[in-house]
């Protein structure tokens, strides 16, 4: 039997592989380029090709692909074979430097919001020698950028690998003002927990909302739901147990850290846990654990739902971004240290955080906007659309301290000016008992919760980052030039926290007088995507994130276009299923059955006229009249999809959708919910709530 040990990375070519098959030189080199950045040549790229090559054949790789993230928001691929004809007529396995450095997928058919029309339709992926290589299946797969002709990034990997460098360079800077000379780089580290539904895969294949749009579009609530809070950490079913067993090995191989599964607050529902990495391989990992829950769960019979919200009244699926930044030595910047410097450096990252989060929380509530995580933001299970921070008890009374220049009263005795007492360490149990805030401090990472279930976590980490290299640069750029350290050091800190008190919030999230509260600190509460994309475009956040190198107006300019034309697809395709579910299947359902109980009714008093039929006349009336509705309902719904589709320009398309469409399918879904709950389960065309949620055993 194979141990975990064994299994581990099995299937990724990771520093112990490559150690292993490349000359000591190449390797050297190839480290420089991973760890450095330095360029790589292409006697280098031939070598490592080569190797590569040899390991993925040697596994039974018959293709290679370059592996990257268009802006569909999944992972793409086209597969080349490694053969090459040999003049024996047989072949020979081939694989070059250059093939591994560079691809020419065509770029027309993803999207490049408006980028294409400007540049060229060619596109380039470009290899990431910062993630490994893995195998999926009989194919090697290499990370890549994906670039237009002109350098245009049309990806997700290419800002934040930009924007961690953006970090890096202002987080140096600090450090050396701290006296730190040794450190060659800053990296930001990502643990993401991951949300999903389990369902059957029978049930599944019974509901077109379901296979159209990944949610249901219709369904009464169910008898029992999570109100008994019965399912959080409960034991976990046999068939869930086997899936998360096989997940986790397909994890394990491909040099996932998959560390805790639970049960979640839903029935049905489970979370996942890696440990945390670096934030680009973390996210390449989290894209790959999308894909691969639901490949395994298809070989159990299972389908694994990611949408933001599945089933109307039943908590919806989150992703958790715990994040922070480390050296190159492994210290965590955001854990404070030993000694007074320590703290005062722990201090001035935390605040560089505060401060990142304050001035743009417009930019991390665009990060997480899509049409499926609108439903939850704002429900009473997720933080809601308003961002604020929690830092607990303890941290709140250190910065509270120093606001207001008196002496901490905590465990130890504090005072900011450097040469002074130390830190306590912020204990997690103390610090983490709000879970309904967006952006929790828990310890030595903060954790961001608004994510939806489905999104790539590559857009929350490229705004975290640029945000906090913009606030590191302002006090870099302060500091360096003052006469005197210390004081100026605990000037920036105390300035920081006057100025941004109001993103902190240590109440209750969900509840709705914060957010009566926020508005009046002035918090920005960007309720919907179309609310909230069309700020992507603000200056303050142009210049913000062009001046780092994070993206070019160009690409911002796409980015605008794309994530609103894919909020009103998505929605526009629901709609349309539920037109089609409600004439096709839904009204003549309910017609069908209302015809039953007529003739019941006939029947009966055709036996004995004196009979009232008081169950039978009641349901008739109240269906008959629930159809017309239904009918009605449906039409009016058709009505304003032809409305939207009369808008061309993305941003009214967008509010077309939020202010007519989406009521519209709310009106249809009250009616068809209604009729449910009096139409006899066989007469009804879909599964219910109840077995959908309780199927898997
Ligand atoms: P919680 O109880 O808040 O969910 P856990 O200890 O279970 O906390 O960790 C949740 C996630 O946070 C895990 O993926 C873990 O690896 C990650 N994590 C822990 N420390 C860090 C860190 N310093 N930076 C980034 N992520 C971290
Ligand atoms: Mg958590």
Excluded at 70 to 99: W, Y
Excluded at 221 to 250: R, S
Excluded at 316 to 326: I, V
Aim: charge should be negative.
């Amino acid at each position: 039997m194979k141990t975990v040990s064994d299994l581990f990375g099995s299937r990724v070519f990771d520093d112990r592989t490559m150690k292993a098959m490349l000359p000591a030189k190449t390797y050297r080199s190839l480290r420089e380029t991973i760890d450095e950045g330095k360029p790589l040549d292409s006697s280098v790229a031939n070598a490592v090709a080569a190797a590569m090559k040899d390991w993925a054949v040697a596994q039974g790789a018959t293709h290679f692909t370059h592996w990257f993230q268009p802006l569909t928001g999944i992972t793409a691929e086209k597969h080349d074979s490694f053969i090459s004809p040999a003049p024996d007529g047989g072949v020979i396995m081939e694989f070059s430097g250059k093939e591994l450095i560079k691809g020419e997928p065509d770029a027309s058919s993803f999207p490049s919001g408006g980028l294409r029309a400007t540049f060229e339709a060619r596109g380039y992926t470009a290899w990431d020698p910062t993630s490994y290589a893995f195998i999926k299946g009989k194919t090697l797969c290499i990370p890549t950028a994906f670039c237009a002709y002109g350098g245009q990034a049309l990806d997700k990997k290419t800002p934040l690998l930009r924007s961690m460098e953006a970090l890096n360079k202002q987080a140096l800077r600090i450090l050396r003002l701290f006296g730190n000379t040794s450190c060659k780089r800053v990296v930001t580290s990502v643990g993401p927990e991951q949300e999903y539904f389990l369902i059957t895969q029978e049930m599944y294949d019974r509901r077109p909302d379901l296979r159209f749009t990944g949610r249901t579009l219709f369904g009464a609530p169910p008898p029992k739901g999570q109100e008994m809070d019965d399912h959080y950490f409960g034991v976990i079913k046999p068939k869930v147990a086997e899936f998360m067993e096989d997940l986790n090995e397909e994890l394990w191989k491909l040099g996932i850290l998959a560390k805790t599964e639970h049960n979640e607050v839903a029935p049905a529902q489970h979370e996942l846990a890696p440990i945390y990495t670096t934030t680009n391989i973390a996210t390449d990992h989290n894209q790959l654990t999308m894909e691969i829950m639901q490949k395994v769960a298809a070989r159990h019979g299972l389908v694994c739902l990611l949408h933001e919200k599945p089933f109307d009244g039943v908590n919806g699926s989150g992703k958790h971004n715990n994040w922070s930044m480390a050296t190159d030595a492994g210290v965590n910047l955001l854990s404070p240290g030993d000694t007074p410097y320590e703290n005062a450096q722990f201090l001035l990252f935390l605040c560089a955080v505060i401060k990142a989060v304050d001035d743009y929380q417009d930019l991390l509530r665009i990060a997480v906007a899509t049409a499926g995580n609108d439903h939850r933001l704002g429900a009473n299970e997720a933080p809601p659309a308003v961002v604020s921070m929690f830092l607990g008890d303890e941290l709140n009374a250190v910065l509270e301290a120093i606001e207001s220049d008196t002496p901490y009263q905590g465990a130890e005795k504090m005072q900011l000016k450097l040469g002074v007492d130390v830190l306590p360490r912020f204990n997690r149990d103390t610090t983490d008992r709000n879970r309904t805030s967006p952006f929790a401090f828990t310890g030595n990472k903060f954790e961001f919760r608004m994510l939806g279930s489905a999104n790539s976590i590559a857009c929350t980490n490229i705004m975290l980052n640029t945000a906090v290299a913009e606030s590191l640069k302002i006090y870099a750029d302060r500091l360096e030039g003052a006469a005197d350290f210390e004081t100026a050091l605990h000037e920036m800190i105390q300035k920081t926290i006057r100025d941004h008190r109001r993103i902190i919030f240590n109440g209750n999230g969900y509840d709705d007088a914060w957010i009566a509260e926020a508005e009046k600190r002035g918090l920005s509460n960007l309720r919907t995507t179309p609310d909230a994309i069309p700020h992507l475009l603000d200056e303050k956040n142009r210049s913000m994130l062009t001046a780092h190198g994070v993206f070019t107006e160009a690409e911002l300019h796409s980015r605008y276009e794309i994530t609103l034309e894919n909020y009103n697809k998505t929605v526009l395709i629901e709609a349309n299923t539920m037109v089609s579910m409600a004439k096709t299947e839904i009204a003549p359902a309910v017609a069908a059955y209302t015809a039953q109980l007529a003739q019941a009714i006939g029947k009966k008093r055709a036996a004995a006229a004196e009979l009232a039929c008081g169950y039978e006349t009641k349901t008739l009336c109240r269906l008959s009249a629930l159809l017309d509705q239904i009918d009605e309902a449906a039409a009016a719904l058709e009505a304003e999809i032809g409305v939207v589709r009369a808008v061309e320009a993305v941003e009214p398309q967008g509010y077309a959708i939020r202010d007519g469409l989406l009521p519209a399918m709310d009106t249809l879904r009250a009616a068809v919910d209604e009729a449910e709950t009096l139409t006899a389960k066989d007469a009804w065309p879909y599964p219910t709530y109840g077995e959908l949620l309780f199927g898997v055993r």
